[in-house]
């Protein structure tokens, strides 16, 4: 089975004015895509490997006795491939409030303010590529980090809620060198908050 190009639940400019059309465009059409033909090529090898859960299959990899480089290929690029997926459906131009979501934030952080303070400062001072995230850890407890490249907080047993893409890819057109403006304005199309 080969992987796809998930659809956007929204138009390229839907996220307009904080995330601008050709920034969606390219990020989802050229770099999602991209992930997804890398991974795809590299599956094309292991046909004995198609039938398993990508999120299982990367967790497995320490355990595989394939080629270590086409080990890392699988890793960045499925990674990729699962995040992007993530991040599109939690973004919309509608504001869909988790209202769960919102009773767990507010007991764990104070308020949803100071979640948004503390989140924000994780994802402004992240060094290099990578994703904030909120997750659910193996306490059920909530729990903000970054974490580099195209990791993923289930390969640490935990669940995710909330992520944020913090390559440049994801602002660098609007916002050059200026993430913090991306991230406060990222609130903004955040449907769960
Ligand atoms: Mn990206």
Redesign the pocket.
Known sequence: MKYELPQLPYSYDALEPYIDAKTMEI?HSK??QFYIDKLNAVLEKYPELADKKLEELIKDLPNLTIDEADKKTIYNNGG?HL??SF?WTIMSPKKQIDEILFEEIKKTFGSVEEFKKEFSNIAATHFGSGWAWLVNDEQNKLQIYSLPNHDFPYLKGHQQLIVL?L?E??YYLKYQNRRAEYIENWWNILKLL
Do not use: K
Request: charged share 10%; hydrophobic share 25%.
């Open positions: 990020h770099h999602h990729g995040n992007h991040f893409d390559w890819h994801a």
